[in-house]
């Protein structure tokens, strides 16, 4: 019996040993880096996250790059206008998030970060994108936001390539320049969410592809005046913004979208929607403020006064409407 419990005191000696070993360890590491930002450590004390954020850095510090381990990385609010080929040794990285930073391109070898599950670029001067992208097979999530007045061309015959990220589910792109981004990610059928924001579109006769779409957010894209006929086909869309545009009408179809909950259609060229409106059973709101004048129909007439009070009197249009929403009611 004393042997036995000899050896259970050496076992919780062994087990509080190791534990305080583990826990000067990740003192050690975050005295180490705490110069350069803030780190995360999983249960066996491996960093496994690293935040860059408003250190006034001007290269990444070469102690980051040995920090194999890295699952998400951060870098954000500095002064860092490169990241070199070293990027490739964050073999288990699943977050790269870039902003507010000088950074004009990315490495060919982010390629092989092939863990890689969100990529988000925000305020950066990124004018083109490496062509090792569309090896990223795991990313579900892509956010590109550009600064870059001279933005190159190429990246768009790239965004044409995109369409091999079989697993991606949002896609976000706002690039303020006048370039024309056509739509071809008919692809992408996993994709949920697709905002195209401050560019000038074209080519939506692809999109009906997109049969697994949730959110289609186009506003700010004053080149889109028509929407294409497949839209019917879009079965599981529930919001769609087409907000400050120049929309001048929606096509017939829009009343085969059966799930869709939200339509903003603000501030365009709209003089009336189409009757086949009536058949969006689900449709809970509309906004349809600042454009010349709207006709709607019958059913959609049919306003929630117990949710806007105010607006008491319709008829066939309205013009110069200051209401920016109409409510609708459902059919119970």
Not at 95 to 124: H, Y
Not at 148 to 172: A, G, Q, R
Request: net charge positive; hydrophobic share 35%; glycine share 4%.
């Amino acid at each position: 019996m004393r042997k036995e419990y000899d050896e259970m005191n050496k076992k919780e000696l062994l087990s509080i040993f190791l534990m305080l070993l583990k826990k000067k360890l990740r003192l050690e590491q975050e005295k180490k880096f705490s110069e350069y930002g803030q780190i995360t450590c999983c249960n066996d004390e491996k960093i496994v996250g690293f935040s860059i954020k408003k250190k006034k850095l001007e290269e990444i510090p070469k102690e980051v790059w040995e920090l194999t381990s890295l699952k998400r990385l951060v870098i954000g609010r500095n002064n860092i206008k490169r990241i070199d080929e070293r990027l490739s040794r964050f073999k288990n990285l699943e977050v790269l998030e870039i902003a507010t930073n000088p950074i004009e391109s990315l490495p060919e070898s982010i390629g092989e970060l092939r863990k890689l599950k969100r990529l988000i670029l925000v305020n950066t001067k990124i004018g083109s994108l490496p062509c090792s992208i569309k090896k990223l097979e795991s990313l579900t999530y892509f956010r590109l936001v550009s600064i870059n007045k001279e933005f190159s061309p190429e990246v768009f015959d790239i965004l044409k390539d995109i369409s091999s990220l079989k697993n991606l589910e949002v896609l976000e792109l706002e690039v303020r320049q006048g370039f024309d981004i056509p739509l071809v990610f008919n692809n992408l059928h996993h994709l949920k969410k697709l905002k195209i924001t401050f560019s000038k579109i074209t080519g939506f006769e692809k999109i009906d592809g997109l049969i697994n779409l949730e959110e289609l957010d186009i506003s700010f894209c004053h080149g889109v005046e028509y929407l294409s006929e497949n839209f019917g086909k879009l079965k599981k869309l529930r919001v769609l913004n087409i907000g400050s545009s120049n929309l001048r009408e929606l096509p017939k179809s829009i009343g085969e979208c059966s799930s869709l909950k939200e339509l903003h259609l603000w501030n365009n060229n709209l003089q009336r929607l189409p009757d086949s409106m009536e058949n969006l059973s689900s449709l809970q709101l509309v906004e349809i403020d600042d454009n010349p004048w709207v006709y709607l129909p019958k059913k959609i007439l049919k306003i929630d006064r117990d949710r806007y009070e105010s607006f008491k009197k319709y008829c066939g249009f309205i013009k110069d409407s200051p209401y920016r929403y109409a409510f609708l009611e459902s059919d119970d």
